[in-house]
C-alpha cells in the first residue's frame, strides 16, 4: 500500500480530524479530555483568523480503512515566536493510523511540514513529546530532533480557566 | 513607586522590547543566542498578521531606570491550539526590570494576561520554565500553575533549521 496523498485540510475534514484527534488521545490514554467539538475545529480552523492549520492524509476508496475512513492520517500545527530567532512552526498533533504505519506517510507528513516550515521562514520546529513515548523519540531523534527539556531544563506549565478566572477578578 | 501603566505594544516599543528580551536572555545565560533584530520585531509583530503580542509596563519619566528607559517590563504572548480543548493563550516571555519588582507589576501583567486569555475564550494558558528557576516556579504556583511536565511526563523538542532542510532535501 503506497499511494496515498498529503493536501491541506478543508472544512469537509472536520469530523475525520477530531476523529484521529481522539484515537491519539486513546493512545495516550487521554481520551475522555478531548472536549473539542466539529463545530469549534471548523471555527478555529477555517474562519478569518485560523488558530492552527491541518495536513491530512487520504487513500484512494479501494484502500479505505477497515471502518471506511480514507482519511488516515494527519498533523496539526501553528507558528509560535521565538523571542530570540523569531517565527517557529510548533508541531501540535501528528498520527497515522495504525494499520496504515510503515508506508512512510509520517516521513512525509513530516517532510510536508519541514517545507512550510522552510517556506514561511521558520527557525526551526518545535514540539513536544511524552518522555514514555520511546518509539515517537526514536523517529524523531532519526531526523535530527534533539531535547531541549533534557538540554536546558525546560517544564511545561500551565494555568488552567479557574485559575485564570481567579485572577482576573482579583 | 507605584506608578506605573501596562499597555499593548506599539511599533514605536520595538527597541525596548529587544532590549528587555535580551535582558531576561542574560538571566538565563543565554544572552549571545539572541539573534532577533528590531526589523524581525517589527514586520512580525505589527504587520498584517502578527506572530506575537505584547503588553508593555511604562513609568513616568520622572521614574525612569538607571539607564534612562521607561518601558521596564514586558510580556510576549500569542495563542496556540490544544487538539483537545481548544485555544490557549501562550505566554513566551515574560519581565520586569530588577529595579522594578515588589510593586505588583509582575502580578498586573499576569492579571492583564488572564483577563485577555478568558475574554478571547481561551481554556488555558501554558507557558515554560526553566526547571532551576525556583522563584518563578513559586511566583506561578501562587497563582495555581500546575507542572505539566511533571504531571504528564511531556518533553519539549525541537527540529533546528539545518535539519529541517536536510528533510526537505530528502527523496
Not at chain 2, 538607571?66 to 514586558?74: E, K, S
Not at chain 2, 539545518?162 to 532535501?169: A, E, G, P, R, Y
Request: net charge negative; charged share 30%.
Amino acid at each position: 500500500m503506497d499511494k496515498f496523498i498529503l493536501r491541506k485540510a478543508e472544512p469537509k475534514d472536520v469530523s475525520d480530524i477530531l476523529r484521529l484527534i481522539k484515537e491519539l488521545a486513546k493512545f495516550e490514554e487521554m481520551e475522555e479530555q478531548v472536549v473539542l467539538t466539529e463545530k469549534e475545529l471548523l471555527e478555529d480552523g477555517f474562519g478569518d483568523h485560523p488558530f492552527y492549520h491541518c495536513v491530512v492524509a487520504e487513500v484512494p476508496k479501494d484502500k479505505q480503512s477497515l471502518e471506511g475512513y480514507t482519511v488516515v492520517g494527519f498533523a496539526m500545527y501553528y507558528f509560535t515566536y521565538d523571542p530570540w530567532i523569531g517565527k517557529l512552526l510548533y508541531l501540535e498533533d501528528f498520527y497515522v493510523m495504525k494499520e496504515f504505519r510503515g508506508y512512510g506517510m509520517g516521513s512525509e507528513i513530516l517532510k510536508m511540514l519541514s517545507e512550510t516550515a522552510v517556506k514561511t521562514r521558520c527557525s526551526g520546529m518545535h514540539f513536544i513529546v511524552a518522555e514514555w513515548n520511546t518509539s515517537s523519540i526514536e523517529f524523531y531523534k532519526r531526523r535530527g530532533a534533539s531535547d531541549l527539556s533534557h538540554e536546558e531544563g525546560w517544564r511545561l506549565y500551565e494555568i488552567d480557566k479557574c485559575n485564570l478566572l481567579k485572577m482576573s477578578s482579583k | 513607586m507605584a506608578n506605573f501603566i501596562l499597555r499593548k505594544a506599539e511599533p514605536k516599543d520595538v527597541s525596548d522590547i529587544l532590549r528587555l528580551i535580551k535582558e531576561l536572555a542574560k538571566f538565563e545565560e543565554m544572552e549571545d543566542q539572541v539573534i532577533l533584530t528590531e526589523k524581525d520585531l517589527l514586520e512580525d509583530g505589527f504587520g498584517d498578521h502578527p506572530f506575537y503580542h505584547c503588553i508593555v509596563a511604562e513609568v513616568p519619566k520622572h521614574h525612569q531606570s538607571a539607564d534612562g528607559h521607561v518601558i521596564i517590563g514586558f510580556a510576549m504572548y500569542y495563542f496556540t491550539y490544544d487538539p483537545w480543548i481548544g485555544k490557549l493563550l501562550y505566554l513566551e516571555d515574560f519581565y520586569v526590570m530588577k529595579e522594578y519588582r515588589g510593586f505588583g507589576i509582575g502580578s498586573e501583567i499576569l492579571k492583564k494576561l488572564s483577563q485577555t486569555a478568558v475574554r478571547t475564550r481561551c481554556n488555558s494558558m501554558h507557558f515554560i520554565v526553566a526547571e532551576w528557576n525556583k522563584p518563578s516556579i513559586e511566583f506561578y504556583k501562587r497563582r495555581g500553575a500546575s507542572d505539566l511536565s511533571l504531571e504528564e511526563g511531556w518533553r519539549l523538542f525541537k527540529i533546528d533549521k539545518q535539519n529541517l532542510l536536510k528533510m526537505t532535501d530528502e527523496e
